[in-house]
């Protein structure tokens, strides 16, 4: 079974920066659609960016002038480029891929805190 493994998260301090990254673990058809999602603590999951094969993003309001999205069809990759890190960007980021199905992985912790 096809999984996406999510890398790259951690701990930052407030004002800094993360790259997170997102692959199959097996060959799977170029996704429609991938993107990032994340639920802090007690909220709901949200759209935090999305990205087509035709290179089309989408970002949420609060993160589109400090989160960048891009992708790489030949190693069916998705990356978040996540600048200027604030306290309330804490939560857990599932990256997600649109082939037939909806494909989602296990989550990876980003904490930002002092």
């Known amino acids: 079974q096809v999984q996406l493994v999510e890398s790259g998260g951690g701990l930052v301090q407030p004002g800094g920066s993360l790259r997170l990254s997102c692959t199959a673990s097996?060959?799977?058809?170029?996704?429609?659609?991938m993107g990032w999602y994340r639920q802090a603590p007690g909220k709901e999951r949200e759209m935090v960016a999305v990205?087509?094969?035709?290179?089309?993003?989408n970002y949420a309001d609060t993160m589109k002038d400090r989160f960048t999205i891009s992708r790489d069809d030949a190693k069916i990759a998705v990356y978040l480029q996540m600048n200027n890190l604030k306290p309330e960007d804490t939560a857990v980021y599932y990256c997600?891929?649109?082939?037939?199905?909806?494909?989602w992985g296990q989550g990876i912790q980003v904490t930002v805190s002092s």
């Open positions: 097996a060959r799977i058809p170029s996704p429609s659609i």
């Open positions: 990205i087509t094969k035709d290179g089309i993003t």
């Open positions: 997600n891929a649109k082939v037939t199905y909806m494909l």
